[in-house]
């Protein structure tokens, strides 16, 4: 069973940049396939990002397309989301989570989640 703990959250100002990092263990990390999701005040959880097993292949939403990258680094058993041009609407606690499966939008494919880390953008 896989443990996730995410780092690197913070305040920023808008236009800003944060690297999240979210360190895995526990298990054989890449064989999951790895996301990002994020909590705002009073929001619903939402998909930010995936990466695939092998980080071949990535998805995004819509408004982080341009500004977010996912990447992992499975020799050091750690997927990162670089944020570039930060704004205020991306105010959330930011979760880590893995998957078994081939990594979808879909929050209810991941078994396996970290306790996140909170990203404030000040306007």
């Known amino acids: 069973q896989v443990q996730l703990v995410e780092s690197g959250g913070g305040l920023v100002q808008a236009g800003g940049s944060l690297r999240l990092s979210c360190a895995a263990s526990?298990?054989?990390?890449?064989?999951?396939?790895m996301a990002w999701f994020r909590q705002g005040p009073g929001k619903e959880r939402e998909f930010v990002a995936t990466i695939s097993r092998n980080g071949g292949g990535t998805l995004y939403r819509d408004s982080a397309k341009g500004r977010f990258t996912i990447s992992r680094d499975n020799a050091r058993n750690t997927v990162y989301l670089q944020m570039n041009s930060l704004k205020p609407e991306d105010t959330a606690a930011y979760y880590c989570?893995?998957?078994w499966g081939a990594g979808s939008r879909t929050s209810s494919e991941y078994g396996y989640w970290g306790q996140g880390t909170q990203v404030t953008v000040s306007s």
């Open positions: 526990g298990g054989t990390f890449s064989r999951y396939a």
């Open positions: 989570a893995a998957s």
